[in-house]
T-cell receptor
Framework: AQSVTQLDSHVSVSEGTPVLLRCNYS??????LFWYVQHPNKGLQLLLK??????LVKGINGFEAEFKKSETSFHLTKPSAHMSDAAEYFC????????????FGIGTKLQVIP | DADVTQTPRNRITKTGKRIMLECSQT?????MYWYRQDPGLGLRLIYY???????NKGEISDGYSVSRQAQAKFSLSLESAIPNQTALYFC?????????????????FGEGSRLTVL
């Protein structure tokens, strides 16, 4: 069984300040973990993924996430928010060996204040 | 051109009408999926297909049907639409060709089809 919990449904930051979007997961396996971003009226785009290699994963647009097995967390961070980061972000956990099961979090809406 | 194309992008229909949402992909992936997105619920899987002859129900398949016409095409039908099927629908693909541990389950999404049932 697996699940994913995004701890905040909405996050608001000022432009130029750090971003932290929190995600906790549970899985019976060694999971793959993803962050996807969805801009308004767009599909989901992969930001980054963890697949049992390096625990600190760097993605596009300056985002990164750290896999912490002891805390079952995969929080998404960015040092300095940009207006274009305003979007909805989804944390996703996937079972091993491909599409055994993919579970989406409910999403976190990021607002960036000028 | 988008790798995963959904048509129509927007549709308004009435209760009881039959609706088809179509998805085509140029990524060459063998696996295709239909998801539904509702505010506060994330994405939920309706149906998935691992190849043309393999179709499987997801979490919320009731009221929906699918057809995999070719490797590149996967359509979703609502036989008799009802208002609580108003949602944003996404088609996605993935590639099983990355066998074993390298197959991470990464999904590639279309831009969505917004369906409103009155």
């Amino acid at each position: 069984a697996q699940s994913v919990t995004q701890l905040d449904s909405h996050v608001s930051v000022s432009e130029g300040t750090p971003v932290l979007l929190r995600c906790n997961y549970s899985s019976s396996y060694s999971p793959s973990l993803f962050w996807y971003v969805q801009h308004p009226n767009k599909g989901l785009q992969l930001l980054l993924k963890y697949t049992s290699a390096a625990t600190l994963v760097k993605g596009i647009n300056g985002f990164e996430a750290e896999f912490k097995k002891s805390e079952t967390s995969f929080h998404l961070t960015k040092p300095s928010a940009h207006m274009s980061d305003a979007a909805e972000y989804f944390c996703v956990v996937s079972g091993p060996g491909g599409y055994q099961k993919v579970t989406f979090g409910i999403g976190t809406k990021l607002q960036v204040i000028p | 051109d988008a790798d995963v194309t959904q048509t129509p992008r927007n549709r308004i229909t009435k209760t009881g009408k039959r609706i088809m949402l179509e998805c085509s992909q140029t990524k060459g992936h063998d696996r295709m999926y239909w998801y539904r997105q509702d505010p506060g619920l994330g994405l939920r899987l309706i149906y998935y297909s691992f190849d043309v002859k393999d179709i499987n129900k997801g979490e919320i398949s009731d009221g929906y049907s699918v057809s995999r016409q070719a490797q590149a095409k996967f359509s979703l039908s609502l036989e008799s639409a009802i208002p609580n099927q108003t949602a944003l629908y996404f088609c996605a693909t993935s590639d099983s060709g990355l066998a074993g541990p390298s197959n991470t389950g990464e999904l590639f999404f279309g831009e969505g089809s917004r369906l409103t049932v009155l």
